[in-house]
């Protein structure tokens, strides 16, 4: 059987250094997908990458 947490822990290993390089990240929130494209594209125009 798969142990959830061990699951959760092993993403995390895998994925952190990765999100680490991103230029720009976004906060994953309970709001409509077209807000976080606007803080995105508000982002990019202010030269925050």
């Known amino acids: 059987m798969e142990n959830p947490r ?7 290993n895998v994925r952190y250094p990765i999100y680490a390089k991103a230029d720009i990240t ?4 309970d709001v409509d997908k077209g807000i976080r494209v ?3 594209l508000a982002a990019i125009a202010e030269g925050r990458v």
């Open 26 to 29: 976004v906060l994953s929130r």
């Open 6 to 12: 061990q699951t959760l822990e092993n993403l995390v």
């Open 38 to 40: 606007k803080e995105v």
